[in-house]
Protein backbone atom coordinates (compact mmCIF):
# COMPACT_ATOMS: atom_id res chain seq x y z
CA UNK A 1 0.00 0.00 0.00
CA UNK A 2 1.42 3.37 -0.87
CA UNK A 3 0.97 5.93 1.66
CA UNK A 4 -0.11 9.34 0.83
CA UNK A 5 -1.30 10.38 4.34
CA UNK A 6 0.45 13.77 5.16
CA UNK A 7 1.44 14.44 1.03
CA UNK A 8 -2.38 15.04 0.62
CA UNK A 9 -2.40 19.15 -0.39
CA UNK A 10 -6.04 20.08 1.18
CA UNK A 11 -8.60 21.64 -1.58
CA UNK A 12 -7.87 25.15 -0.99
CA UNK A 13 -9.16 27.93 -3.33
CA UNK A 14 -10.95 27.43 -6.41
CA UNK A 15 -10.74 24.55 -8.70
CA UNK A 16 -11.15 25.71 -12.67
CA UNK A 17 -12.31 22.74 -14.90
CA UNK A 18 -11.55 23.40 -18.65
CA UNK A 19 -13.71 21.97 -21.01
CA UNK A 20 -12.22 21.53 -24.47
CA UNK A 21 -15.59 20.63 -26.42
CA UNK A 22 -19.02 22.51 -24.62
CA UNK A 23 -20.95 20.39 -26.40
CA UNK A 24 -24.04 18.53 -24.92
CA UNK A 25 -22.12 17.00 -22.02
CA UNK A 26 -19.90 19.91 -20.93
CA UNK A 27 -23.77 21.85 -20.70
CA UNK A 28 -25.18 19.56 -19.35
CA UNK A 29 -22.49 19.34 -16.75
CA UNK A 30 -22.15 23.09 -15.93
CA UNK A 31 -25.52 23.64 -15.88
CA UNK A 32 -26.50 20.69 -13.11
CA UNK A 33 -23.63 21.62 -11.08
CA UNK A 34 -25.03 25.70 -11.03
CA UNK A 35 -28.87 24.23 -10.30
CA UNK A 36 -27.24 21.89 -7.72
CA UNK A 37 -25.49 24.82 -6.07
CA UNK A 38 -28.65 26.67 -5.59
CA UNK A 39 -30.66 23.53 -4.43
CA UNK A 40 -32.48 23.46 -7.33
CA UNK A 41 -31.24 19.53 -8.30
CA UNK A 42 -29.13 16.61 -6.99
CA UNK A 43 -26.33 15.70 -8.44
CA UNK A 44 -27.50 11.80 -9.31
CA UNK A 45 -25.11 9.22 -10.40
CA UNK A 46 -22.02 11.35 -9.10
CA UNK A 47 -19.71 9.42 -6.38
CA UNK A 48 -18.04 12.23 -5.71
CA UNK A 49 -20.93 13.96 -4.17
CA UNK A 50 -23.50 11.10 -3.50
CA UNK A 51 -21.44 7.60 -3.06
CA UNK A 52 -20.51 6.00 -0.10
CA UNK A 53 -17.21 4.18 1.01
CA UNK A 54 -17.09 1.51 3.71
CA UNK A 55 -14.63 2.71 6.23
CA UNK A 56 -14.03 1.73 10.22
CA UNK A 57 -16.83 3.98 11.13
CA UNK A 58 -19.25 2.46 8.77
CA UNK A 59 -20.70 3.58 5.36
CA UNK A 60 -19.09 7.47 4.65
CA UNK A 61 -19.79 9.71 2.35
CA UNK A 62 -17.00 9.91 -0.37
CA UNK A 63 -16.79 13.75 0.21
CA UNK A 64 -16.91 13.93 3.49
CA UNK A 65 -13.79 10.71 3.24
CA UNK A 66 -11.09 12.34 0.91
CA UNK A 67 -10.46 16.19 0.53
CA UNK A 68 -12.24 17.00 -2.72
CA UNK A 69 -12.71 20.25 -4.06
CA UNK A 70 -16.37 21.65 -2.67
CA UNK A 71 -19.06 22.41 -5.88
CA UNK A 72 -19.12 25.91 -4.46
CA UNK A 73 -15.35 26.32 -5.24
CA UNK A 74 -15.58 25.16 -9.15
CA UNK A 75 -15.28 27.76 -11.83
CA UNK A 76 -16.66 26.36 -15.44
CA UNK A 77 -14.50 27.52 -19.24
CA UNK A 78 -13.77 26.25 -22.53
CA UNK A 79 -13.20 25.83 -26.36
CA UNK A 80 -15.69 25.74 -28.93
CA UNK A 81 -15.52 25.68 -32.53
CA UNK A 82 -19.49 27.23 -32.11
CA UNK A 83 -19.71 30.78 -30.41
CA UNK A 84 -22.50 30.26 -28.72
CA UNK A 85 -22.48 31.11 -24.86
CA UNK A 86 -23.49 27.84 -22.65
CA UNK A 87 -27.22 28.66 -22.47
CA UNK A 88 -27.62 28.87 -26.22
CA UNK A 89 -25.34 26.07 -26.44
CA UNK A 90 -27.32 23.97 -23.67
CA UNK A 91 -31.00 24.71 -25.65
CA UNK A 92 -29.58 23.45 -28.93
CA UNK A 93 -28.27 20.87 -26.73
CA UNK A 94 -31.83 19.85 -25.43
CA UNK A 95 -31.24 17.91 -23.00
CA UNK A 96 -31.93 19.65 -20.01
CA UNK A 97 -35.47 21.66 -20.09
CA UNK A 98 -36.67 25.43 -19.21
CA UNK A 99 -37.01 24.67 -15.33
CA UNK A 100 -33.58 23.57 -14.74
CA UNK A 101 -32.20 26.25 -16.98
CA UNK A 102 -33.74 29.38 -16.08
CA UNK A 103 -32.85 30.00 -12.53
CA UNK A 104 -29.17 29.39 -13.72
CA UNK A 105 -29.55 31.50 -16.90
CA UNK A 106 -27.52 34.67 -15.94
CA UNK A 107 -24.45 32.45 -15.28
CA UNK A 108 -24.87 30.48 -18.05
CA UNK A 109 -25.08 32.89 -20.42
CA UNK A 110 -21.70 34.72 -18.98
CA UNK A 111 -19.76 31.64 -19.91
CA UNK A 112 -18.80 31.99 -23.60
CA UNK A 113 -16.17 29.31 -25.25
CA UNK A 114 -12.74 30.85 -26.19
CA UNK A 115 -11.55 30.07 -29.63
CA UNK A 116 -10.85 26.46 -30.19
CA UNK A 117 -8.10 24.84 -31.79
CA UNK A 118 -9.32 22.75 -34.44
CA UNK A 119 -8.69 20.86 -37.87
CA UNK A 120 -11.54 19.74 -39.84
CA UNK A 121 -9.69 16.89 -41.21
CA UNK A 122 -10.53 15.54 -37.49
CA UNK A 123 -13.77 16.03 -37.47
CA UNK A 124 -15.08 16.00 -40.79
CA UNK A 125 -19.05 17.22 -40.35
CA UNK A 126 -18.48 19.92 -38.06
CA UNK A 127 -18.19 23.18 -40.27
CA UNK A 128 -17.69 25.77 -37.06
CA UNK A 129 -15.83 29.28 -37.75
CA UNK A 130 -15.27 30.37 -33.70
CA UNK A 131 -11.42 28.79 -34.18
CA UNK A 132 -7.90 29.91 -33.53
CA UNK A 133 -5.92 31.32 -36.48
CA UNK A 134 -1.83 29.91 -36.20
CA UNK A 135 0.97 29.62 -38.12
CA UNK A 136 2.30 26.23 -36.96
CA UNK A 137 0.85 23.62 -34.48
CA UNK A 138 3.27 24.81 -31.57
CA UNK A 139 1.78 28.38 -32.38
CA UNK A 140 -1.85 26.98 -31.77
CA UNK A 141 -0.89 25.02 -28.76
CA UNK A 142 1.48 28.24 -27.55
CA UNK A 143 -2.36 29.99 -27.82
CA UNK A 144 -3.90 27.32 -25.66
CA UNK A 145 -1.42 28.07 -23.09
CA UNK A 146 -2.29 31.12 -22.71
CA UNK A 147 -5.84 30.67 -22.81
CA UNK A 148 -5.25 28.35 -19.69
CA UNK A 149 -2.97 31.14 -17.95
CA UNK A 150 -5.57 34.15 -18.30
CA UNK A 151 -8.16 31.81 -17.49
CA UNK A 152 -6.36 30.47 -14.16
CA UNK A 153 -5.80 34.48 -13.09
CA UNK A 154 -9.35 35.91 -14.19
CA UNK A 155 -11.37 33.70 -12.22
CA UNK A 156 -8.55 33.54 -9.38
CA UNK A 157 -8.29 29.70 -9.45
CA UNK A 158 -5.13 28.24 -7.10
CA UNK A 159 -5.78 24.60 -9.56
CA UNK A 160 -7.04 23.93 -13.08
CA UNK A 161 -8.03 19.88 -14.37
CA UNK A 162 -8.92 19.42 -17.86
CA UNK A 163 -11.61 17.15 -19.39
CA UNK A 164 -11.92 16.39 -23.34
CA UNK A 165 -15.58 17.02 -23.99
CA UNK A 166 -14.83 17.44 -27.77
CA UNK A 167 -15.99 15.43 -30.73
CA UNK A 168 -14.81 12.18 -31.45
CA UNK A 169 -11.97 12.75 -33.82
CA UNK A 170 -10.78 10.28 -37.01
CA UNK A 171 -9.26 6.86 -35.83
CA UNK A 172 -5.33 7.43 -36.52
CA UNK A 173 -3.01 5.03 -34.67
CA UNK A 174 0.01 6.33 -32.69
CA UNK A 175 2.98 7.05 -34.69
CA UNK A 176 6.73 7.80 -34.94
CA UNK A 177 5.18 11.82 -34.15
CA UNK A 178 3.80 10.18 -30.80
CA UNK A 179 6.67 8.10 -29.99
CA UNK A 180 8.81 10.67 -27.45
CA UNK A 181 8.33 13.94 -26.36
CA UNK A 182 10.96 15.36 -28.41
CA UNK A 183 9.66 13.84 -32.19
CA UNK A 184 6.29 15.74 -31.05
CA UNK A 185 7.44 19.03 -30.09
CA UNK A 186 9.06 18.49 -33.60
CA UNK A 187 5.89 17.88 -35.12
CA UNK A 188 4.53 20.74 -33.21
CA UNK A 189 7.08 22.89 -35.15
CA UNK A 190 6.66 21.77 -38.19
CA UNK A 191 2.82 21.19 -38.05
CA UNK A 192 2.75 17.18 -38.46
CA UNK A 193 -0.14 16.20 -39.81
CA UNK A 194 -0.72 13.25 -37.14
CA UNK A 195 -1.04 15.57 -34.45
CA UNK A 196 -5.11 15.73 -33.81
CA UNK A 197 -6.46 18.89 -31.75
CA UNK A 198 -6.99 17.72 -29.20
CA UNK A 199 -3.26 16.19 -28.60
CA UNK A 200 -2.87 20.00 -28.59
CA UNK A 201 -5.00 20.77 -25.66
CA UNK A 202 -3.40 17.82 -24.19
CA UNK A 203 -0.23 18.95 -24.41
CA UNK A 204 -0.56 22.42 -23.58
CA UNK A 205 -2.73 21.10 -20.12
CA UNK A 206 0.63 18.89 -18.87
CA UNK A 207 3.04 21.60 -20.01
CA UNK A 208 1.19 23.75 -17.96
CA UNK A 209 0.84 20.65 -15.32
CA UNK A 210 -2.64 20.19 -15.77
CA UNK A 211 -4.56 17.29 -15.00
CA UNK A 212 -6.24 15.66 -18.67
CA UNK A 213 -9.10 13.19 -18.88
CA UNK A 214 -10.18 11.95 -22.08
CA UNK A 215 -13.65 11.54 -22.19
CA UNK A 216 -14.28 10.81 -26.08
CA UNK A 217 -12.26 7.75 -27.47
CA UNK A 218 -9.30 9.73 -29.53
CA UNK A 219 -6.07 8.35 -28.95
CA UNK A 220 -5.00 11.85 -27.52
CA UNK A 221 -2.86 11.13 -24.03
CA UNK A 222 -2.58 7.64 -24.92
CA UNK A 223 0.63 7.88 -26.82
CA UNK A 224 4.22 8.01 -25.59
CA UNK A 225 5.17 11.19 -25.97
CA UNK A 226 2.14 12.71 -23.71
CA UNK A 227 2.72 10.22 -21.15
CA UNK A 228 6.28 11.51 -21.13
CA UNK A 229 5.24 15.32 -20.43
CA UNK A 230 2.82 13.98 -18.15
CA UNK A 231 5.80 12.15 -15.92
CA UNK A 232 8.00 15.53 -16.39
CA UNK A 233 5.23 17.80 -14.94
CA UNK A 234 4.16 15.72 -12.88
CA UNK A 235 0.80 15.55 -14.02
CA UNK A 236 -2.04 12.59 -13.49
CA UNK A 237 -3.64 11.36 -17.11
CA UNK A 238 -7.03 9.46 -17.57
CA UNK A 239 -8.56 8.10 -20.90
CA UNK A 240 -10.60 7.11 -22.64
CA UNK A 241 -14.32 7.64 -23.76
CA UNK A 242 -16.74 7.94 -20.58
CA UNK A 243 -18.34 4.65 -19.85
CA UNK A 244 -22.13 5.29 -20.07
CA UNK A 245 -25.02 3.74 -22.23
CA UNK A 246 -24.71 0.48 -23.47
CA UNK A 247 -21.17 -0.12 -22.43
CA UNK A 248 -22.12 0.79 -18.86
CA UNK A 249 -25.06 -2.15 -19.03
CA UNK A 250 -22.57 -4.68 -20.66
CA UNK A 251 -20.06 -3.92 -17.86
CA UNK A 252 -22.44 -4.62 -15.40
CA UNK A 253 -24.45 -7.68 -17.15
CA UNK A 254 -21.09 -9.24 -18.23
CA UNK A 255 -19.64 -10.18 -15.13
CA UNK A 256 -22.90 -11.47 -13.57
CA UNK A 257 -23.06 -13.89 -16.39
CA UNK A 258 -19.27 -14.74 -16.29
CA UNK A 259 -19.80 -15.22 -12.29
CA UNK A 260 -22.58 -17.94 -12.87
CA UNK A 261 -20.18 -19.66 -15.79
CA UNK A 262 -22.88 -18.99 -18.41
CA UNK A 263 -21.74 -19.00 -21.97
CA UNK A 264 -22.39 -16.22 -24.62
CA UNK A 265 -22.38 -17.25 -28.06
CA UNK A 266 -23.14 -13.57 -29.37
CA UNK A 267 -23.42 -10.02 -27.84
CA UNK A 268 -24.92 -7.30 -31.10
CA UNK A 269 -25.53 -4.35 -29.70
CA UNK A 270 -27.62 -1.31 -31.74
CA UNK A 271 -28.56 2.09 -30.88
CA UNK A 272 -30.11 5.06 -32.48
CA UNK A 273 -29.01 8.81 -31.13
CA UNK A 274 -30.14 12.03 -32.60
CA UNK A 275 -27.12 14.87 -31.24
CA UNK A 276 -24.72 16.36 -32.42
CA UNK A 277 -21.98 13.72 -31.22
CA UNK A 278 -24.51 11.29 -33.14
CA UNK A 279 -23.66 13.30 -36.38
CA UNK A 280 -19.77 13.58 -36.16
CA UNK A 281 -20.21 9.49 -35.33
CA UNK A 282 -22.34 9.43 -38.86
CA UNK A 283 -18.60 9.35 -40.73
CA UNK A 284 -17.16 6.19 -40.16
CA UNK A 285 -13.67 7.55 -39.64
CA UNK A 286 -15.27 8.91 -36.70
CA UNK A 287 -16.99 5.81 -36.12
CA UNK A 288 -14.34 3.99 -36.42
CA UNK A 289 -12.52 5.20 -33.14
CA UNK A 290 -15.70 4.75 -31.07
CA UNK A 291 -16.45 0.96 -32.23
CA UNK A 292 -12.69 0.32 -31.49
CA UNK A 293 -13.25 1.63 -28.11
CA UNK A 294 -16.71 0.07 -27.60
CA UNK A 295 -15.61 -3.43 -28.98
CA UNK A 296 -12.62 -4.03 -26.37
CA UNK A 297 -14.98 -4.23 -22.90
CA UNK A 298 -16.25 -7.87 -23.03
CA UNK A 299 -13.37 -9.76 -23.34
CA UNK A 300 -11.48 -8.59 -20.46
CA UNK A 301 -14.01 -9.62 -18.84
CA UNK A 302 -15.39 -12.90 -20.13
CA UNK A 303 -10.87 -13.94 -21.01
CA UNK A 304 -11.93 -16.12 -23.80
CA UNK A 305 -8.51 -17.25 -24.17
CA UNK A 306 -9.10 -18.98 -20.53
CA UNK A 307 -12.68 -20.03 -20.85
CA UNK A 308 -12.81 -21.26 -24.67
CA UNK A 309 -15.82 -23.67 -23.92
CA UNK A 310 -17.98 -20.46 -22.71
CA UNK A 311 -16.55 -17.57 -24.44
CA UNK A 312 -14.65 -18.89 -27.52
CA UNK A 313 -17.04 -18.19 -30.23
CA UNK A 314 -18.27 -15.49 -29.28
CA UNK A 315 -19.56 -12.66 -32.09
CA UNK A 316 -19.74 -8.85 -30.89
CA UNK A 317 -20.83 -6.62 -33.24
CA UNK A 318 -21.84 -2.90 -32.28
CA UNK A 319 -23.67 -0.42 -34.28
CA UNK A 320 -24.23 3.27 -34.11
CA UNK A 321 -27.09 5.11 -36.35
CA UNK A 322 -27.94 8.67 -36.51
CA UNK A 323 -31.43 9.23 -36.27
CA UNK A 324 -32.02 12.92 -35.57
CA UNK A 325 -35.95 12.67 -34.18
CA UNK A 326 -33.92 10.78 -31.52
CA UNK A 327 -31.67 13.79 -29.84
CA UNK A 328 -29.63 13.26 -27.13
CA UNK A 329 -32.64 10.12 -25.85
CA UNK A 330 -30.77 7.64 -27.43
CA UNK A 331 -32.53 4.23 -27.45
CA UNK A 332 -29.98 1.27 -27.38
CA UNK A 333 -30.78 -2.06 -27.98
CA UNK A 334 -28.85 -5.40 -27.27
CA UNK A 335 -29.42 -9.28 -27.99
CA UNK A 336 -27.57 -11.41 -26.12
CA UNK A 337 -27.57 -15.32 -27.08
CA UNK A 338 -26.38 -17.32 -24.19
CA UNK A 339 -26.11 -20.88 -23.30
CA UNK A 340 -26.70 -22.80 -20.00
CA UNK A 341 -26.66 -26.10 -18.82
CA UNK A 342 -25.90 -28.87 -21.42
CA UNK A 343 -25.49 -25.96 -24.37
CA UNK A 344 -29.41 -25.15 -24.44
CA UNK A 345 -29.66 -21.36 -25.26
CA UNK A 346 -31.38 -18.75 -24.09
CA UNK A 347 -31.79 -15.09 -25.06
CA UNK A 348 -31.05 -11.70 -23.10
CA UNK A 349 -32.89 -8.48 -24.98
CA UNK A 350 -32.10 -5.08 -23.20
CA UNK A 351 -33.70 -1.66 -24.59
CA UNK A 352 -32.62 0.67 -22.98
CA UNK A 353 -34.02 4.21 -23.39
CA UNK A 354 -31.09 6.89 -21.94
CA UNK A 355 -30.14 9.92 -21.57
CA UNK A 356 -26.69 10.23 -22.78
CA UNK A 357 -25.62 13.56 -21.50
CA UNK A 358 -27.32 12.73 -17.97
CA UNK A 359 -25.18 9.79 -17.39
CA UNK A 360 -22.42 11.39 -19.01
CA UNK A 361 -22.22 14.72 -16.67
CA UNK A 362 -22.27 13.23 -13.58
CA UNK A 363 -19.03 11.17 -14.51
CA UNK A 364 -17.29 14.57 -15.68
CA UNK A 365 -17.53 16.05 -12.34
CA UNK A 366 -16.01 12.89 -10.67
CA UNK A 367 -13.24 12.23 -13.26
CA UNK A 368 -12.46 16.17 -12.37
CA UNK A 369 -12.65 15.95 -8.66
CA UNK A 370 -10.83 13.04 -8.51
CA UNK A 371 -8.04 13.92 -10.64
CA UNK A 372 -7.85 17.31 -8.91
CA UNK A 373 -7.25 15.10 -5.87
CA UNK A 374 -4.66 12.58 -7.57
CA UNK A 375 -2.70 16.09 -8.37
CA UNK A 376 -3.02 16.90 -4.38
CA UNK A 377 -1.28 13.42 -3.80
CA UNK A 378 1.47 13.93 -5.51
CA UNK A 379 0.34 11.43 -8.43
CA UNK A 380 1.35 11.59 -11.62
CA UNK A 381 0.65 9.42 -15.44
CA UNK A 382 -1.75 6.98 -16.34
CA UNK A 383 -4.39 6.67 -13.13
CA UNK A 384 -5.96 3.52 -13.51
CA UNK A 385 -7.90 3.60 -10.51
CA UNK A 386 -10.20 5.95 -12.73
CA UNK A 387 -11.20 2.92 -15.42
CA UNK A 388 -14.95 2.72 -13.14
CA UNK A 389 -14.97 5.88 -15.52
CA UNK A 390 -14.17 4.77 -18.90
CA UNK A 391 -15.05 2.69 -21.50
CA UNK A 392 -11.60 2.03 -22.59
CA UNK A 393 -9.16 2.49 -20.06
CA UNK A 394 -5.68 3.11 -20.51
CA UNK A 395 -3.46 1.44 -18.67
CA UNK A 396 0.12 2.44 -16.50
CA UNK A 397 1.60 -0.63 -18.49
CA UNK A 398 0.39 -0.82 -22.11
CA UNK A 399 1.11 -4.15 -22.23
CA UNK A 400 -1.71 -5.03 -20.14
CA UNK A 401 -5.04 -5.54 -20.84
CA UNK A 402 -7.41 -2.77 -18.65
CA UNK A 403 -10.07 -4.28 -16.10
CA UNK A 404 -13.40 -3.66 -17.90
CA UNK A 405 -15.60 -5.54 -14.64
CA UNK A 406 -17.62 -2.40 -12.85
CA UNK A 407 -17.41 -4.26 -9.97
CA UNK A 408 -13.66 -4.60 -9.96
CA UNK A 409 -13.55 -0.89 -10.81
CA UNK A 410 -15.41 0.27 -7.86
CA UNK A 411 -12.90 -1.62 -5.19
CA UNK A 412 -10.12 -0.65 -6.85
CA UNK A 413 -11.34 3.04 -7.16
CA UNK A 414 -12.62 2.65 -3.45
CA UNK A 415 -9.15 1.12 -2.38
CA UNK A 416 -6.88 3.99 -3.88
CA UNK A 417 -9.17 6.39 -1.97
CA UNK A 418 -8.30 4.49 1.34
CA UNK A 419 -4.52 4.83 0.07
CA UNK A 420 -4.89 8.59 0.21
CA UNK A 421 -6.29 8.67 3.65
CA UNK A 422 -3.69 6.07 4.54
CA UNK A 423 -6.52 3.46 6.10
CA UNK A 424 -5.81 -0.39 5.17
CA UNK A 425 -7.03 -1.89 1.78
CA UNK A 426 -8.68 -4.51 0.95
CA UNK A 427 -7.11 -6.71 -1.56
CA UNK A 428 -8.92 -6.62 -5.13
CA UNK A 429 -7.75 -10.45 -5.03
CA UNK A 430 -10.05 -10.65 -2.21
CA UNK A 431 -13.04 -9.59 -3.79
CA UNK A 432 -15.22 -12.50 -2.92
CA UNK A 433 -14.51 -12.22 0.28
CA UNK A 434 -15.04 -8.56 0.41
CA UNK A 435 -18.52 -6.37 0.06
CA UNK A 436 -19.23 -3.26 0.86
CA UNK A 437 -22.24 -3.28 3.82
CA UNK A 438 -25.45 -2.07 2.25
CA UNK A 439 -25.55 1.99 2.32
CA UNK A 440 -27.30 2.64 5.24
N1 LIG B 1 -22.72 11.48 -23.86
C1 LIG B 1 -22.17 10.32 -23.62
O1 LIG B 1 -22.78 9.44 -23.04
C2 LIG B 1 -20.77 10.06 -24.05
C3 LIG B 1 -20.19 8.86 -23.68
C4 LIG B 1 -18.89 8.59 -24.06
C5 LIG B 1 -18.16 9.54 -24.77
N2 LIG B 1 -18.76 10.69 -25.14
C6 LIG B 1 -17.98 11.61 -25.93
O2 LIG B 1 -17.95 12.86 -25.31
C7 LIG B 1 -17.79 13.86 -26.30
C8 LIG B 1 -18.85 14.93 -26.08
O3 LIG B 1 -20.14 14.39 -26.30
P1 LIG B 1 -21.34 15.38 -26.56
O4 LIG B 1 -22.58 14.55 -26.60
O5 LIG B 1 -21.26 16.55 -25.66
O6 LIG B 1 -21.03 15.85 -28.05
P2 LIG B 1 -21.39 17.26 -28.72
O7 LIG B 1 -21.24 17.03 -30.17
O8 LIG B 1 -22.68 17.78 -28.22
O9 LIG B 1 -20.26 18.22 -28.15
C9 LIG B 1 -18.94 18.18 -28.61
C10 LIG B 1 -18.50 19.61 -28.85
O10 LIG B 1 -17.12 19.61 -29.17
C11 LIG B 1 -16.91 20.65 -30.08
N3 LIG B 1 -15.60 20.45 -30.69
C12 LIG B 1 -15.24 19.55 -31.63
N4 LIG B 1 -13.92 19.66 -31.88
C13 LIG B 1 -13.45 20.62 -31.06
C14 LIG B 1 -12.18 21.18 -30.84
N5 LIG B 1 -11.11 20.76 -31.52
N6 LIG B 1 -12.05 22.15 -29.89
C15 LIG B 1 -13.12 22.58 -29.20
N7 LIG B 1 -14.36 22.10 -29.39
C16 LIG B 1 -14.51 21.11 -30.28
C17 LIG B 1 -18.10 20.58 -31.01
O11 LIG B 1 -18.32 21.79 -31.68
C18 LIG B 1 -19.23 20.26 -30.03
O12 LIG B 1 -19.90 21.41 -29.58
C19 LIG B 1 -17.92 13.14 -27.66
O13 LIG B 1 -16.64 12.86 -28.16
C20 LIG B 1 -18.59 11.86 -27.29
O14 LIG B 1 -18.28 10.81 -28.18
C21 LIG B 1 -20.05 10.98 -24.79
Redesign the pocket.
Known amino acids: MKDYNGLLAPAEGKLGILL ?7 TTLIAGVLAVRKGEGQPIGSLTQMGKIRTADGNQLIKDFVPLASLDDVEFGG ?4 EDNVYE ?1 SLK ?1 EVLGYKTLQPVRAELEALK ?1 MK ?4 PH ?2 KN ?1 D ?1 THVKQFTTKLDLAEQVIADIRNFKAERECSRLVMV ?5 EIYHEPSETHRTLAAFEEGLRTSAANIA ?2 MI ?1 AYAALKEGVPFVN ?3 NLTVDVPALLELAALTNTPVAGK ?5 QTLMKTILAPGLSARALGVRGWFSTNILG ?3 G ?3 DDPDNFKT ?1 EVSKLSVLDSVFHPEENPELYGDMYHKVRINYYPPAG ?1 NKESWDNIDIFGWLNYPMQIKIDFLCR ?2 I ?2 APLVLDLALFSDLAKRAGMSGVQEWLSFYL ?1 SPQTTDPAVRPEHDIFKQLVTLHNTLRDFMGVSRVETSNLEQYQDEPVA
Open positions: PGMGAVAWDVYAAPAAFDYVLGWCGSTPSYGAPDFKTGNRDLVLKDDSLAK
